[in-house]
């Protein structure tokens, strides 16, 4: 099989078609569509190779029809030909075998296709060699610039002297005592009320009770709650109304009585309350215990964001247009493996946009613009690789080969057949150009913090458990197998 490759011109309009011609796939959005870059596959196929195509599909009908004498799918052909002659097997044979001659010459020619092609049979439907052409969108190549000097922000790693003393401060209120105090209620405060709400003069219920424990600015009832209890003193009486939560057009009228305004007043920080009120037993300790907890968890969080950010922030410095054939692979990747998701759940998108409240409007718009943001980066990676001359080994391939053999339980040389047989090995090695690509940027990135502070790359390394360490290293027994293996 003989295929050209011709790169078109954005005007050129590649197989020309009879207006009125149904096969022709029109675009509801007209004008206002993004296209790819396009090429034409020219294709020559072998004529012994096409009539392979046609036994088959002599093969194919013999299955289907019932010719007296003959079992099913034992019809010889030349019987065939005689009773329906050979324009029928020709036209099943082109059709079954096209698909797969277009497959073989984008894969063999390394067309990175994103759209479906549009098809002109230009040789052979009747008789003689066959030969068509197919046009196709391809995956655009761009340039990016400024991704040198990028700065991404991720929650820094290292807690402040503050943010480590409300986290002590957080096990202190479990030990804090009420005081009554003779000022106006803060935010925080706890207040003693009596409340009614009612609607129509009839009380709520819920929403009557005496000398009722209200902490002001939780948000427990309605906001005109909190915002009348701000200020208010004990022997204070608030008459106010505030609009239903639930019913439209519906007011429910408030009298609150404050009773009591109190204040939590957190026991001292002592290594006698450290001591009996958690599993450290001196206030160093407890905060450094406290540090290093805080340290593991936004250690992770800032580790996680790392990736996903940098990601995000090479996908602005792309100007160019996205083909919305790309963006319409990706929304259909995105909502496919949400779906799988969901399936595994026992539910379907439809409830699940229910449950969170989403109109479907609004999700696809987001969608859209997420996927955008993921075409982006795809076509910025592969740039990036191309860039700084970054290449795929051969084994890398392999390790890659040998994961996926893993993951789906098959042997290498298996996956290489499914591979080989079907897109190519070509989109693998892209994946793992784009993935070395984005790791030497994560490498390369200067990370700040939401106050545009530099965060020390040492600062993501997990920090390591040191009672453990104590523990391995007082362990002569361990200290000595450890050694056996180093000498062996």
């Given at each position: ?9 954005p ?8 207006e ?8 509801v ?8 870059p ?9 004529p ?17 029809v ?50 479906s092609?549009?098809?002109e049979?230009?040789?052979?439907e ?8 197919a046009v196709?969108?391809i ?6 610039s ?26 202190r ?28 003069g009839?009380?709520?219920?819920g ?45 429910i ?18 290594d ?35 990736r ?39 539910m ?79 989109p ?51 200290s ?9």
């Amino acid at each position: 099989m003989k295929t050209t490759v011709t790169e078109l011109a954005p005007d050129d309009p590649g197989i020309t078609r009879d207006e009125n011609d149904s096969d022709e796939p029109t675009d509801v959005e007209g004008a206002d569509r993004t296209y790819g870059p396009r090429v034409k596959l020219s294709v020559q196929v072998d004529p012994d190779r096409f009539e392979e195509a046609i036994d088959a599909a002599f093969r194919k009908i013999a299955r289907e029809v019932r010719i007296q004498g003959f079992r099913p799918g034992k019809v010889p052909r030349k019987v065939l030909e005689s009773r329906i002659g050979s324009g029928y097997a020709r036209a099943q044979a082109l059709e079954d075998a096209l698909p797969e001659y277009y497959s073989e010459a984008v894969r063999d020619n390394g067309v990175d296709v994103i759209a479906s092609p549009q098809f002109e049979l230009t040789g052979g439907e009747e008789d003689g060699p066959v030969t068509f052409e197919a046009v196709v969108e391809i995956r655009p190549t761009i340039s990016v610039s400024g991704y040198e000097d990028l700065e991404v922000e991720i929650p820094n790693p290292i807690p402040s002297d503050d943010e480590v003393q409300e986290q002590i401060d957080v096990q202190r209120r479990q030990s804090a005592e009420l005081v009554d105090v003779e000022r106006e209620a803060a935010e925080g405060d706890q207040v003693s009320i009596d409340i009614d709400g009612s609607v129509d003069g009839e009380s709520l219920p819920g929403l009557a009770a005496e000398d009722y424990l209200y902490e002001v600015g939780s948000g427990g009832i309605v906001a005109e709650v909190d915002e009348q209890l701000t200020g208010a003193s004990a022997g204070d009486e608030l008459s106010f109304s505030a609009p239903h939560p639930v019913q439209e057009d519906v007011e429910i009228d408030f009298e609150i009585t404050v009773n009591a305004v109190k204040e939590q007043v957190l026991p001292e920080l002592t290594d006698e309350w450290v001591e009996e009120n958690t599993e450290h037993d001196t206030v160093e300790e407890l905060r450094d215990a406290t540090v290093q907890r805080m340290r593991m968890m936004r250690s992770f969080q800032a580790n996680s964001a790392l990736r996903e950010n940098t990601a995000s922030k090479l996908s602005e410095l792309v100007e160019d247009e996205i083909p919305d054939s790309l963006v319409n692979g990706q929304m259909s990747d995105q909502l496919q493996s949400l779906a799988m998701n969901l399936q595994g759940q026992g539910m379907q998108i439809e409830q699940w946009l229910q449950m969170t409240g989403q109109d479907p409007e609004s999700f696809t718009s987001e969608l859209r613009d997420a996927s955008v943001r993921s075409a982006k980066v795809d076509l910025a990676l592969r740039a990036l690789g191309v860039a700084e001359g970054m290449e795929v080994t051969d084994d890398e391939m392999d390790d890659e080969l040998e994961r996926l053999a893993t993951q789906y339980e098959r042997t290498v040389s298996q996956v290489r057949d499914d591979l080989e047989h079907g897109d190519g090995l070509a989109p693998i090695r892209s994946e793992l150009l784009k993935r070395k690509a984005l790791e030497w940027l994560v490498d390369s990135v200067t990370l700040v913090d939401e106050d545009g502070t530099v965060i020390d790359r040492s600062d993501l390394e997990l920090p390591v458990d040191e009672s453990t360490d104590d523990e391995e290293g007082d362990d002569p027994a361990a200290s000595e197998d450890s050694s056996e293996e180093t000498d062996e």
